[in-house]
T-cell receptor
Framework: KAGVTQTPRYLIKTRGQQVTLSCSPISGHRSVSWYQQTPGQGLQFLFEYFSETQRNKGNFPGRFSGRQFSNSRSEMNVSTLELGDSALYLC??????????????FGPGTRLTVL | GQSLEQPSEVTAVEGAIVQINCTYQTSGFYGLSWYQQHDGGAPTFLSYNALDGLEETGRFSSFLSRSDSYGYLLLQELQMKDSASYFCAVRGNTGGFKTIFGAGTRLFVKA
């Protein structure tokens, strides 16, 4: 079974621009979560989607948004980029049975650099 | 809100045992998870505790005390490849049902 894939793997943008990141979950997984990872801050929860519905949202400004498609693929968008948005953005998927153990399968991440 | 605390760094020697502690604060606690992340890699799931007690998976064990809002990850027979960051994560229902991760503990295994 193929793992979680994220595209692109690396991205360089300038302040004020917007960016869209993509995540393809493991086949059959309906839940997709997004996290921002910066050194010393761990993984900060952005949002979680399940069957095209946003189930939960973290404490990030409205510039961060996401969506999920009917095939469970998910995208997140960051508008009006700021230098502080430079981070590794991780996507994780989980299947219905994984909810019992809260197991999430992470993709390799997209490294976003804002100049 | 939800929050977790874990040490930022731990150093141990090959073959030894190391314990990484995690204290958490959340409402509607569901469970505590542990993830391992090597440099440049993705976090990978290690263990999950929903009930008090010890869960053992090979060289790794995880413990939970719900009354103390505390858990730990125990790594035995340390190997060089265990050098990585370890994150505890709590699944709770504070402001919505979600999983929150700690800042991570960097484990250095020395020869």
């Amino acid at each position: 079974k193929a793992g979680v894939t994220q595209t692109p793997r690396y991205l360089i943008k300038t302040r004020g621009q917007q960016v869209t990141l993509s995540c393809s979950p493991i086949s059959g997984h309906r839940s997709v979560s997004w996290y921002q990872q910066t050194p010393g801050q761990g993984l900060q929860f952005l949002f979680e989607y399940f069957s095209e519905t946003q189930r939960n949202k973290g404490n990030f400004p409205g510039r961060f948004s996401g969506r999920q498609f009917s095939n469970s693929r998910s995208e997140m968008n960051v508008s009006t980029l700021e230098l502080g948005d430079s981070a590794l953005y991780l996507c994780a998927s989980s299947g219905d049975r994984d909810r019992v153990t809260d197991t999430q399968y992470f993709g390799p991440g997209t490294r976003l650099t804002v100049l | 809100g939800q929050s977790l605390e874990q040490p930022s760094e731990v150093t141990a020697v090959e073959g030894a045992i190391v314990q990484i502690n995690c204290t958490y604060q959340t409402s509607g606690f569901y469970g505590l998870s542990w993830y391992q992340q090597h440099d440049g890699g993705a976090p990978t799931f290690l263990s999950y505790n929903a009930l008090d007690g010890l869960e053992e998976t090979g060289r790794f064990s995880s413990f939970l005390s719900r009354s103390d809002s505390y858990g730990y990850l125990l790594l035995q027979e340390l190997q060089m490849k265990d050098s990585a960051s370890y994150f505890c994560a709590v699944r709770g229902n504070t402001g919505g049902f979600k999983t929150i991760f700690g800042a991570g503990t960097r484990l250095f295994v020395k020869a």
